[in-house]
């Protein structure tokens, strides 16, 4: 197994330092196995290992620090209750998951996730995604490149989820959009109610003076739909008194 | 008086935008031969992006109907089944047409007098 470089010893930084890096770094080599996981994942018995590695080790240089005549006993001390309960209690509950910690991040299980967020709707992809983690003959995927498809899976099920939300706002937009009534009222609408408020306020004269806010707001709100309608590639019917005209043109 | 705000606006089709990851997908769909058509690993394989970006652009252009799937059949016992994928005749045409403006593009670009406004 290959492991990360040490510490060097010569690099100017006291003695404690050193220590407490050195047990940082030998606890970072089991816990993050360069080489690989252990096959099988994770044990319980790895996971204390590597704490009480941490642990003792980084105690025995603060102990040495502050007391540097130390004796050889003292220099491995048995780790505290409570911290030994936490740990604990936490690899149980890892246990009663029926995992150990690493498989979590396997590319089956981010791939059940990425199936779970799709929704029942594309449980289709389930089959889909695992042949494409299964590969092909003589070129099946590595560990890596599978966790990679796999994260690749969930940002794919984030992304459907947000084009199925975006497709339902867009429903009430397009119906308006498709609807030569509705897209009507929505310019004629707004216009109608603002000339009111103008003659109600200021009289007919206003309706005069004011004229240029009713015809902005109209020119806007015509230039939404025709933006809208260019935007989602939306046609509305032809005038019934068009498409009579062509059907007649076309007798 | 007529309100047509029915069904067919709850099933339109979304309007497919060709950029250059749709493009390169329909490229290999087009040229897949169809005693080997093309699946979800071989797109990202030969295009070259990730899952996350080849099958949310397939499902837009399933959506779309550019494109129609079918499942390997019979389904293999060591392994699921493979979802190939096939350019529909609408998708065909939009290919067509999208490649054709493509190159107009780039012939007018190499010759300046075929820009528009371009002097001959």
């Known amino acids: 197994m290959k492991t990360m470089p040490t510490a060097d010893p010569g690099d100017g930084g006291n003695w404690a330092t050193r220590k407490f890096r050195e047990g940082f770094i030998k606890g970072g080599n089991s816990l993050f196995a360069v080489g690989g996981p252990p096959s099988g994942g994770w044990t319980r018995e ?9 642990w003792a080790t980084t105690r025995w240089a603060t102990t040495r620090k502050l007391s540097p005549t130390a004796k050889p006993s003292e220099e ?26 690493r498989p979590w991040l396997s590319a089956g299980s981010l791939t059940w996730l990425a199936i779970l967020l799709a929704g029942h709707k594309r449980s289709a992809m389930a089959d889909e995604w695992r042949a494409h983690l299964a590969g092909w003959p003589g070129a099946e995927l590595s560990r890596r490149d599978q966790a990679h498809a796999a994260r690749g899976f969930i940002w794919a099920a984030v992304r459907y989820r947000l084009e199925d939300a975006a497709g339902l706002a867009w429903r009430p937009a397009d119906a308006v959009l498709r609807s030569r009534i509705l897209s ?13 408020a103008i003659v109600r306020h200021d009289g007919r004269f206003g309706l005069v003076a004011d004229v240029q806010d009713p015809v902005a707001l109209g020119a806007f709100l015509y230039g939404v739909i025709r933006t809208g309608r260019w935007w989602r590639g939306v046609k509305p019917p032809e005038p019934k008194a068009r498409r009579a005209r062509s059907d007649g043109g076309n007798r | ?12 089709a979304p309007k497919i935008r060709l950029t250059a990851v749709i493009m390169d997908i329909l490229d290999v769909l087009t040229n897949s ?4 058509p093309a699946w979800g690993l071989r797109l990202c394989e030969v295009t070259g992006y990730g899952t996350g970006t080849v099958y949310p652009a397939l499902d837009r252009l399933m959506k779309a109907g550019w494109i129609t799937d079918y499942w390997e059949d019979p389904p293999p016992e060591d392994r699921p089944p493979r979802r190939f994928y096939e350019m ?6 939009a290919y067509q047409e999208a490649v054709a403006a493509r190159e ?17």
Not at chain 1, 46 to 52: L, P, Q
Not at chain 1, 184 to 196: A, C, E, H, Q, S
Not at chain 2, 33 to 36: A, L, V
Request: glycine fraction near 10%.
């Open chain 1, 46 to 54: 790895d996971m204390s290992r590597v704490i009480e590695e941490i």
């Open chain 1, 76 to 101: 491995r001390p048995s780790l505290p209750g409570w911290f030994v309960l936490i740990t604990k209690i936490f690899l149980l509950l890892g246990f009663l998951a029926g995992r150990s910690v």
């Open chain 1, 184 to 196: 009507n009222l929505f310019v004629w609408g707004p216009v109608i109610v603002t000339l009111f």
């Open chain 2, 1 to 12: 008086m007529e309100f047509d705000i029915g069904y067919s606006v709850l099933m339109s």
């Open chain 2, 33 to 36: 031969p169809s005693d080997d």
């Open chain 2, 88 to 93: 529909t005749s609408t998708g065909r045409e």
């Open chain 2, 104 to 120: 107009g593009r780039r012939a007018a670009w190499l010759r300046p007098e075929l820009r528009p406004g371009g002097t001959a």
